[in-house]
């Protein structure tokens, strides 16, 4: 007597289906977390020392100079009220911010 076939069986490859379907869930779920590793550590990061944030905008503006993004003028002002916010020396308005 020979086995007759099963009516509802499951082909091979169904499961094959299912098994990358799973693996692109877990790949999305790492990515993910992965993600939120990297937004925590930004956000939880210790500030850098005033000074050195100041310097950093320093470079920053030279370089934007260079590249004729912004003249010299432009730059000067904007470093300037970066360090006066960064550092808080000479709070108030001076009249700056209304020409940039």
Same mark, same amino acid.
């Given at each position: 007597? @020979?086995?007759?076939?099963?009516?509802?069986?499951?082909? @091979?490859? #169904? &499961?094959?289906?299912?098994?990358?379907?799973?693996?692109? =869930?877990? &790949? /999305?779920? #790492?990515?993910? #977390?992965?993600? /939120?590793?990297? @937004?925590?550590?930004?956000?939880?990061?210790?500030?850098? #020392?005033?000074?050195?944030?100041?310097?950093? =905008?320093? $470079?920053?503006?030279?370089?934007?100079?260079?590249?004729?993004?912004?003249?010299? $003028?432009?730059? @000067?002002?904007?470093? $300037?009220?970066?360090?006066?916010? =960064?550092?808080?020396?000479?709070? &108030?308005?001076?009249?700056?911010?209304?020409? /940039?």
């Amino acid at each position: 007597m @020979a086995a007759e076939p099963k009516k509802y069986a499951v082909p @091979a490859s #169904a &499961g094959k289906q299912g098994s990358r379907t799973a693996s692109v =869930i877990k &790949g /999305a779920s #790492a990515a993910l #977390a992965s993600a /939120a590793v990297v @937004a925590a550590s930004v956000a939880f990061a210790p500030q850098a #020392a005033p000074q050195a944030r100041v310097n950093g =905008i320093h $470079e920053d503006l030279q370089r934007a100079v260079q590249l004729k993004q912004l003249t010299p $003028e432009q730059a @000067a002002r904007f470093e $300037e009220r970066m360090s006066r916010t =960064i550092l808080g020396s000479g709070e &108030g308005s001076s009249g700056d911010e209304d020409q /940039a």
